[in-house]
Protein backbone atom coordinates (compact mmCIF):
# COMPACT_ATOMS: atom_id res chain seq x y z
CA UNK A 1 0.00 0.00 0.00
CA UNK A 2 1.40 3.03 -1.11
CA UNK A 3 -0.41 6.78 -0.37
CA UNK A 4 2.55 9.10 -1.22
CA UNK A 5 1.14 11.88 -2.70
CA UNK A 6 -2.82 11.30 -1.39
CA UNK A 7 -3.66 14.11 0.52
CA UNK A 8 -6.42 13.05 3.43
CA UNK A 9 -8.23 14.65 5.47
CA UNK A 10 -9.94 12.81 8.44
CA UNK A 11 -11.78 14.10 10.87
CA UNK A 12 -12.59 13.80 14.74
CA UNK A 13 -9.05 12.39 14.61
CA UNK A 14 -8.04 14.32 17.97
CA UNK A 15 -8.00 10.79 19.89
CA UNK A 16 -9.48 7.03 19.50
CA UNK A 17 -9.90 6.09 16.14
CA UNK A 18 -9.62 8.97 13.89
CA UNK A 19 -6.39 9.49 15.52
CA UNK A 20 -4.80 5.85 14.83
CA UNK A 21 -6.26 6.33 10.98
CA UNK A 22 -4.44 9.83 10.80
CA UNK A 23 -1.08 8.02 12.17
CA UNK A 24 -2.03 4.99 9.67
CA UNK A 25 -2.42 6.96 6.61
CA UNK A 26 0.33 8.98 7.53
CA UNK A 27 2.44 6.10 7.87
CA UNK A 28 1.38 4.20 4.35
CA UNK A 29 2.65 8.01 3.09
CA UNK A 30 0.00 10.19 2.80
CA UNK A 31 -0.08 13.94 3.78
CA UNK A 32 -3.14 14.21 6.50
CA UNK A 33 -5.30 16.80 7.42
CA UNK A 34 -6.48 16.10 11.07
CA UNK A 35 -9.57 17.84 12.29
CA UNK A 36 -11.66 18.20 15.49
CA UNK A 37 -13.52 20.94 17.44
CA UNK A 38 -10.53 21.12 20.29
CA UNK A 39 -7.33 21.21 19.10
CA UNK A 40 -5.65 17.89 16.68
CA UNK A 41 -2.55 19.72 16.66
CA UNK A 42 -0.81 16.94 18.89
CA UNK A 43 -1.79 14.46 16.75
CA UNK A 44 -0.33 16.81 13.47
CA UNK A 45 2.75 17.02 15.71
CA UNK A 46 3.21 13.15 15.82
CA UNK A 47 2.26 12.86 12.07
CA UNK A 48 5.03 15.37 11.21
CA UNK A 49 7.91 13.68 13.20
CA UNK A 50 7.60 10.60 11.19
CA UNK A 51 8.00 13.02 8.39
CA UNK A 52 5.23 13.13 6.65
CA UNK A 53 2.93 16.87 6.19
CA UNK A 54 0.15 17.46 8.28
CA UNK A 55 -2.09 20.35 9.55
CA UNK A 56 -4.46 20.52 11.98
CA UNK A 57 -7.85 22.70 11.09
CA UNK A 58 -10.15 22.70 13.84
CA UNK A 59 -13.45 22.37 12.64
CA UNK A 60 -17.16 21.14 14.21
CA UNK A 61 -17.64 19.08 10.89
CA UNK A 62 -21.84 19.37 11.55
CA UNK A 63 -21.38 22.98 10.72
CA UNK A 64 -21.54 24.13 6.63
CA UNK A 65 -19.30 27.29 7.28
CA UNK A 66 -16.73 25.29 9.38
CA UNK A 67 -16.76 22.40 6.28
CA UNK A 68 -16.06 25.02 4.21
CA UNK A 69 -12.90 26.74 5.63
CA UNK A 70 -11.70 23.15 6.60
CA UNK A 71 -12.20 21.94 2.71
CA UNK A 72 -10.64 25.13 1.39
CA UNK A 73 -7.37 25.33 3.66
CA UNK A 74 -6.84 22.12 2.09
CA UNK A 75 -7.42 22.77 -1.13
CA UNK A 76 -4.65 26.15 -0.55
CA UNK A 77 -2.03 24.43 1.64
CA UNK A 78 -1.54 21.06 -0.75
CA UNK A 79 -4.11 21.86 -4.04
CA UNK A 80 -6.10 18.83 -3.89
CA UNK A 81 -7.87 16.07 -1.69
CA UNK A 82 -7.46 12.70 -2.25
CA UNK A 83 -9.07 10.96 0.47
CA UNK A 84 -11.92 11.83 3.25
CA UNK A 85 -12.42 9.69 6.17
CA UNK A 86 -15.36 10.86 7.77
CA UNK A 87 -15.14 9.29 11.25
CA UNK A 88 -16.13 12.39 13.62
CA UNK A 89 -18.86 10.78 15.89
CA UNK A 90 -20.69 11.41 19.32
CA UNK A 91 -23.26 9.45 21.17
CA UNK A 92 -25.60 10.62 23.47
CA UNK A 93 -28.09 7.39 24.86
CA UNK A 94 -31.28 7.32 25.86
CA UNK A 95 -34.04 4.93 25.66
CA UNK A 96 -36.64 5.85 23.32
CA UNK A 97 -39.60 7.62 25.22
CA UNK A 98 -36.54 9.65 27.58
CA UNK A 99 -34.62 10.99 24.54
CA UNK A 100 -34.88 14.63 24.27
CA UNK A 101 -34.99 16.50 21.21
CA UNK A 102 -31.32 18.48 21.53
CA UNK A 103 -29.81 14.45 22.00
CA UNK A 104 -31.29 13.37 18.66
CA UNK A 105 -31.05 16.98 16.83
CA UNK A 106 -27.06 16.55 18.27
CA UNK A 107 -26.06 13.20 17.16
CA UNK A 108 -27.90 13.28 13.79
CA UNK A 109 -26.01 16.50 13.13
CA UNK A 110 -22.57 15.43 14.24
CA UNK A 111 -22.74 11.61 12.58
CA UNK A 112 -25.01 12.18 9.81
CA UNK A 113 -24.95 15.81 8.75
CA UNK A 114 -21.32 15.77 8.92
CA UNK A 115 -21.01 13.02 6.57
CA UNK A 116 -23.38 15.41 3.72
CA UNK A 117 -21.63 18.35 4.65
CA UNK A 118 -17.86 16.64 4.16
CA UNK A 119 -18.11 14.55 1.12
CA UNK A 120 -20.34 17.33 -0.66
CA UNK A 121 -17.38 19.68 -0.46
CA UNK A 122 -14.75 17.41 -0.96
CA UNK A 123 -16.37 16.04 -4.40
CA UNK A 124 -15.27 19.37 -6.78
CA UNK A 125 -11.33 18.99 -6.37
CA UNK A 126 -12.11 14.90 -6.35
CA UNK A 127 -13.94 15.28 -9.38
CA UNK A 128 -11.63 17.23 -11.25
CA UNK A 129 -8.89 14.99 -10.39
CA UNK A 130 -11.12 12.02 -11.44
CA UNK A 131 -9.57 10.21 -8.28
CA UNK A 132 -11.14 9.93 -5.04
CA UNK A 133 -11.67 7.89 -1.73
CA UNK A 134 -14.35 8.78 0.90
CA UNK A 135 -14.64 6.09 3.63
CA UNK A 136 -17.12 6.91 6.63
CA UNK A 137 -17.08 5.05 9.74
CA UNK A 138 -20.54 3.82 10.57
CA UNK A 139 -21.37 1.05 13.53
CA UNK A 140 -22.48 -2.20 13.54
CA UNK A 141 -24.92 -0.65 15.68
CA UNK A 142 -26.53 1.02 11.87
CA UNK A 143 -26.80 -2.58 11.09
CA UNK A 144 -28.72 -4.58 13.72
CA UNK A 145 -29.35 -1.72 16.07
CA UNK A 146 -29.34 -1.01 19.69
CA UNK A 147 -31.50 -0.29 22.36
CA UNK A 148 -30.72 3.37 24.07
CA UNK A 149 -29.05 4.59 20.90
CA UNK A 150 -32.24 5.27 18.62
CA UNK A 151 -30.66 8.23 17.30
CA UNK A 152 -27.04 6.67 16.87
CA UNK A 153 -27.96 3.55 14.84
CA UNK A 154 -30.45 5.94 12.78
CA UNK A 155 -27.51 7.82 11.95
CA UNK A 156 -24.92 4.99 11.57
CA UNK A 157 -27.72 3.15 9.00
CA UNK A 158 -28.23 6.78 7.04
CA UNK A 159 -24.69 6.36 6.28
CA UNK A 160 -24.38 3.12 4.67
CA UNK A 161 -27.51 4.50 2.64
CA UNK A 162 -25.62 7.63 1.54
CA UNK A 163 -22.46 6.07 0.69
CA UNK A 164 -24.72 3.38 -1.51
CA UNK A 165 -26.52 6.19 -2.94
CA UNK A 166 -23.17 8.77 -3.55
CA UNK A 167 -21.17 5.52 -4.58
CA UNK A 168 -23.90 5.27 -7.84
CA UNK A 169 -23.56 9.23 -7.91
CA UNK A 170 -19.87 9.70 -8.40
CA UNK A 171 -18.47 6.26 -9.75
CA UNK A 172 -17.83 7.40 -13.25
CA UNK A 173 -15.41 9.62 -11.66
CA UNK A 174 -12.98 7.41 -10.43
CA UNK A 175 -14.41 8.07 -6.96
CA UNK A 176 -15.36 5.17 -4.48
CA UNK A 177 -16.99 5.47 -1.73
CA UNK A 178 -17.48 2.66 1.26
CA UNK A 179 -18.37 2.60 4.78
CA UNK A 180 -16.83 0.67 7.71
CA UNK A 181 -18.72 -1.00 10.36
CA UNK A 182 -16.98 -1.50 13.63
CA UNK A 183 -17.92 -3.27 16.18
CA UNK A 184 -16.82 -2.96 19.57
CA UNK A 185 -13.55 -0.77 19.78
CA UNK A 186 -12.07 0.06 22.82
CA UNK A 187 -11.98 3.96 22.98
CA UNK A 188 -12.77 6.02 25.26
CA UNK A 189 -16.83 5.68 23.77
CA UNK A 190 -16.84 2.30 25.06
CA UNK A 191 -14.94 2.87 27.98
CA UNK A 192 -18.20 5.17 29.52
CA UNK A 193 -20.11 2.19 29.34
CA UNK A 194 -21.16 0.11 32.53
CA UNK A 195 -18.97 -3.07 32.99
CA UNK A 196 -22.30 -4.67 32.77
CA UNK A 197 -22.92 -3.62 29.35
CA UNK A 198 -19.51 -4.54 28.52
CA UNK A 199 -19.37 -7.64 29.42
CA UNK A 200 -22.89 -8.53 27.71
CA UNK A 201 -21.50 -7.22 24.53
CA UNK A 202 -18.51 -9.44 24.76
CA UNK A 203 -20.43 -12.08 25.02
CA UNK A 204 -21.76 -11.26 21.25
CA UNK A 205 -18.43 -11.24 19.74
CA UNK A 206 -17.54 -14.69 17.72
CA UNK A 207 -13.86 -13.88 18.56
CA UNK A 208 -13.77 -13.14 22.05
CA UNK A 209 -11.83 -10.26 22.49
CA UNK A 210 -12.42 -6.06 22.18
CA UNK A 211 -10.98 -4.39 18.55
CA UNK A 212 -8.50 -1.85 17.96
CA UNK A 213 -8.62 1.87 16.79
CA UNK A 214 -5.94 -0.07 14.58
CA UNK A 215 -8.08 -2.68 13.37
CA UNK A 216 -10.09 0.04 12.38
CA UNK A 217 -6.97 2.38 10.86
CA UNK A 218 -5.95 -1.51 8.64
CA UNK A 219 -9.47 -1.82 6.87
CA UNK A 220 -9.47 2.14 6.47
CA UNK A 221 -6.08 2.10 4.47
CA UNK A 222 -6.82 -0.46 2.35
CA UNK A 223 -9.70 1.18 0.87
CA UNK A 224 -8.45 3.96 0.57
CA UNK A 225 -5.79 2.39 -1.54
CA UNK A 226 -5.01 1.59 -5.24
CA UNK A 227 -5.52 -1.99 -4.46
CA UNK A 228 -9.05 -1.44 -3.31
CA UNK A 229 -9.76 0.50 -6.38
CA UNK A 230 -12.66 -1.94 -7.57
CA UNK A 231 -14.35 -2.03 -4.41
CA UNK A 232 -17.46 0.83 -3.88
CA UNK A 233 -20.56 1.08 -2.25
CA UNK A 234 -19.42 -1.78 0.47
CA UNK A 235 -19.74 -1.59 4.33
CA UNK A 236 -17.19 -3.45 5.32
CA UNK A 237 -17.69 -4.76 9.08
CA UNK A 238 -14.65 -4.80 11.27
CA UNK A 239 -16.35 -6.06 14.52
CA UNK A 240 -15.42 -9.68 15.34
CA UNK A 241 -17.92 -11.72 13.89
CA UNK A 242 -19.96 -9.49 16.00
CA UNK A 243 -23.04 -8.51 13.81
CA UNK A 244 -23.34 -12.35 12.24
CA UNK A 245 -23.99 -12.47 8.81
P1 LIG B 1 -13.95 9.30 20.40
O1 LIG B 1 -12.77 8.69 21.04
O2 LIG B 1 -15.00 9.96 21.24
O3 LIG B 1 -13.42 10.38 19.33
C1 LIG B 1 -14.31 11.16 18.57
C2 LIG B 1 -13.53 12.21 17.80
O4 LIG B 1 -14.48 13.03 17.09
C3 LIG B 1 -12.72 13.12 18.68
O5 LIG B 1 -11.51 13.46 18.06
C4 LIG B 1 -13.62 14.36 18.81
O6 LIG B 1 -12.84 15.47 19.11
C5 LIG B 1 -14.24 14.41 17.42
N1 LIG B 1 -15.50 15.14 17.32
C6 LIG B 1 -16.60 15.03 18.10
N2 LIG B 1 -17.54 15.87 17.68
C7 LIG B 1 -17.03 16.54 16.60
C8 LIG B 1 -17.53 17.54 15.73
N3 LIG B 1 -18.74 18.07 15.87
N4 LIG B 1 -16.71 17.99 14.74
C9 LIG B 1 -15.47 17.50 14.59
N5 LIG B 1 -14.95 16.54 15.37
C10 LIG B 1 -15.72 16.08 16.37
O7 LIG B 1 -14.72 8.27 19.49
P2 LIG B 1 -14.21 6.91 18.77
O8 LIG B 1 -14.60 5.78 19.61
O9 LIG B 1 -12.80 7.06 18.32
O10 LIG B 1 -15.20 6.88 17.51
C11 LIG B 1 -14.81 7.35 16.22
C12 LIG B 1 -15.91 6.98 15.23
O11 LIG B 1 -16.09 5.57 15.21
C13 LIG B 1 -17.28 7.58 15.57
O12 LIG B 1 -17.95 7.93 14.39
C14 LIG B 1 -17.98 6.43 16.25
O13 LIG B 1 -19.37 6.55 16.17
C15 LIG B 1 -17.44 5.27 15.45
N6 LIG B 1 -17.55 3.97 16.13
C16 LIG B 1 -16.91 3.74 17.31
C17 LIG B 1 -17.03 2.48 17.91
C18 LIG B 1 -16.34 2.15 19.20
O14 LIG B 1 -16.54 1.03 19.69
N7 LIG B 1 -15.53 3.03 19.76
C19 LIG B 1 -17.79 1.50 17.30
C20 LIG B 1 -18.43 1.76 16.11
C21 LIG B 1 -18.28 3.00 15.52
P3 LIG B 1 -13.41 16.77 19.87
O15 LIG B 1 -14.25 16.29 21.01
O16 LIG B 1 -12.20 17.50 20.26
O17 LIG B 1 -14.20 17.50 18.83
Known sequence: MDLSHKVAIVTGSARGIGREIALKLAEVGATVVVTATTSAEPVAEEIREMKRPSLAVPADVSLVADVAALVDAVVA?????????????????????????EDWDKVLNVNLKSVFLCTRAVLRPMMKQRWGRIISISSVVGIVGN???ANYSSAKAGIIGFTKTIAREVGSRGITVNAIAPGFIDTRMTQQLAEEQRQELMKRIPLG??????????????LASEEARYITAQ?????????GV
Open 235 to 243: VLRVDGGMA
Open 147 to 149: PGQ
Open 209 to 222: FLGTARDVAEAVAF
Open 77 to 101: NYGRVDILVNNAGIARDQLLMRMSD
